[in-house]
């Protein structure tokens, strides 16, 4: 019995390995939705916003490294999609969009809800075509998934509403999606040279990204050869557990002060699986050797000495054995003692018994991380709580931390954590969102009810866009028509009106006890927590020009206050 287009499309899903489609449905999907309810193996998730979906896809695949689905109607429905699809692009992950349009006779003639989708998906995607004949399946369909796949990109298709129902006269192109499992390793030569730059070194430093993931081992071998600390990038920070006597931090406007001072103090740098952004936060003058699958990646944010192209695992494999074991260990037990003294004073100063109040936020990411299970799931918003997230969470091996960390996309943190949520529902997620990113997405929560997913969700409740108010004051911006201040609903209440469970924290004693409650409990909970909006995210180094931005925005205020007063 031959298939229809939604049908043959659903069937390479199902091969494929597919789970989930997040999306909202309308009138050009109906034919998808009238296939799917005719399977039992993909299931659909209705979000209550199209950009949910295309996080939460991304995050599917970021956990899993296989594909991400997502779905928007006609018009409207496909532009929703955009920024969640956008984030994916940025960090890597494969997501198929399926899209919708008006049917092929109307096409052009500026119909009702017509968008010319295939230019405002262009920067987006890796591919995308429409399906404007049958005969074109199950071809486009392969491409379009394995382009995603083998790209860790977007790739989307466009269904007209008069074209998915319609018969594939033919299967005979039918095969399975190819995963390319090769894994490339640079020269001989230039591994040679990459020896050569760091047999040289006497404080040598590694600084690793998310293409280190699964190279744990390698990383640590060479780091131990090297004498060298290890400094992660954002995207870098479940490479490894941070309890390893190795490892001292992040680096950059994130960082802390060993992690910087570990990159800044050394003489030869090994950059492996990052393209770290910051090139002010690079060592000047200083040998680096770098080593990524991407071509265009090396060089580009910093003056490499010795670019090499390879799979970090294979490539810190072979480099090893070219490498002599450094007799020089003074810089990384200086490095260590610095991680040592902040870790400490951080635990003492960021503890339950803290008399600060509101609550520093750090206490909550510091008490989260003592509680949270050992394979447990962060998904963590964009603005402060990235910085609280970055320095306290003590991550352990077997747990991820998603967001939206080269995007940089406000309220990415809550749709992300739906989409960990739904792969496994035995497996702790927790959102840790700012409550002017939870605002974006908040109705979404009915979702987590309607699923029966036990989501833990924590606000970081200041009132206030955080970061963009310090990033004012550091340039010396006055604060103006309270832009960056918020008025906030009771979100624990916002909780039980979904259907979920809701805690207010104001206190420490409270804090513990509904972090204890909610992670046992099985079913989705917000936790309420007003956090002081005068804490400052201070960088492992402050340069003099942001000292004294600082000062004039603060002056300017003042002077502005007197002059509305007068």
């Known amino acids: 019995m031959s298939k229809n287009v939604c049908e043959q499309l659903i069937s390479i899903l199902q091969d494929v390995g597919a789970e989930h489609i997040f999306g909202v449905t309308g009138d050009a999907l109906n034919p998808f939705l009238d296939g799917l309810r005719r399977q039992k193996q993909l299931r659909w998730i209705g979000v209550r916003h199209e950009e949910v979906a295309g996080y939460a896809a991304a995050a599917q695949s970021l956990i899993t490294g296989g594909l991400g689905v997502c779905a928007g109607t006609v018009g409207p429905g496909a532009l929703h999609l955009l920024n969640g699809l956008y984030n994916a692009k940025k960090e890597g992950a494969a997501v198929l969009a399926i899209t919708g349009q008006v049917p092929r006779a109307e096409s052009g003639t500026g119909f009702f809800q017509e968008v010319d989708l295939s230019k405002v998906f262009d920067d987006v995607c890796v591919f995308q075509h429409t399906i404007d004949s049958p005969d074109q399946m199950p071809r486009v369909a392969q491409l379009a998934i394995q ?79 090297l004498q060298s600390p290890i400094v992660h990038a954002l995207k870098g920070a479940d490479v490894m557990e941070h309890e390893h006597p190795l490892w001292v931090g992040l680096t950059g406007l994130l960082g802390t002060p060993a992690g910087y001072h570990a990159v800044e103090e050394c003489d030869a740098l090994l950059m492996v699986g990052t393209d770290f952004p910051y090139s002010v936060f690079y060592p000047s003058g200083r040998p680096i050797v770098q080593i990524d699958i991407e071509p265009k990646h090396l060089g580009k944010r910093c003056a490499v000495t010795e670019g090499l192209l390879g799979h970090a695992e294979p490539s810190l494999e072979a480099l090893l054995p070219l490498l002599e074991t450094n007799p020089n260990s003074d810089h990384l037990h200086s490095i260590q003692n610095r991680f040592k003294k902040w870790r400490n004073r951080n635990r003492k100063k960021y503890s339950l018994k803290s008399k600060h109040r509101p609550l520093h936020p750090q206490i909550v990411a510091q008490a989260l ?30 747990q991820r931390m998603i967001g939206s960390f080269n995007h940089g996309s406000l309220g990415a943190a809550f749709p992300s ?9 035995n497996r702790q997620v927790i959102a840790l969102c700012g409550d002017g990113g939870f605002g974006m997405s908040l109705q979404d929560f009915v979702t987590a009810v309607r699923y029966d997913w036990p989501l833990t969700v924590i606000v970081f409740n200041n009132s206030t866009l955080g970061f963009v108010k310090i990033e004012m004051e550091a340039t010396g911006y006055p604060e103006y028509g309270a832009a960056t201040d918020l008025l906030n609903p009771d979100f624990a209440k916002w909780a039980e009106a979904c259907g979920g469970v809701g805690f207010s924290v104001r206190e420490p004693a409270e804090l513990a006890d509904a972090l204890d409650q909610a992670l046992a409990m099985k079913r989705p909970c917000i936790i309420d927590v007003f956090v002081d909006p005068g804490e400052l995210t201070m960088p492992p180094h402050i340069a003099p020009a942001q000292a004294w931005g600082f000062s004039v925005s603060k002056i300017k205020e003042i002077i502005n206050y007197v002059g509305d007063r007068s």
């Not at 949270?372 to 077997?398: M, N, P, Q, Y």
């Open 147 to 225: 382009e995603a796949i083998a790209n860790r990109g977007v790739a989307r298709l466009e269904i007209p509403a008069d074209v998915g129902p319609l018969k594939v006269p033919s299967s005979s192109l039918a095969h399975e999606i190819f995963r390319p499992q090769s894994t490339m390793v640079p020269s001989r030569t230039d591994l040679e040279q990459a020896a050569d730059v760091l047999n040289k070194a006497r404080k040598p430093t590694m600084l690793v990204g998310s293409g280190c993931r699964g190279a744990r081992d390698a990383v640590l071998a060479v780091a131990e050869k």
């Open 417 to 425: 954590a739906l989409g960990a949520q739904s792969l496994d529902p």
């Open 369 to 398: 991380s003592d509680r949270a299970a050992d394979d447990a799931i962060f998904a963590v918003d964009v603005g402060e709580c990235t910085v609280w997230s970055a320095r306290h969470l003590e991550l352990k091996r077997e």
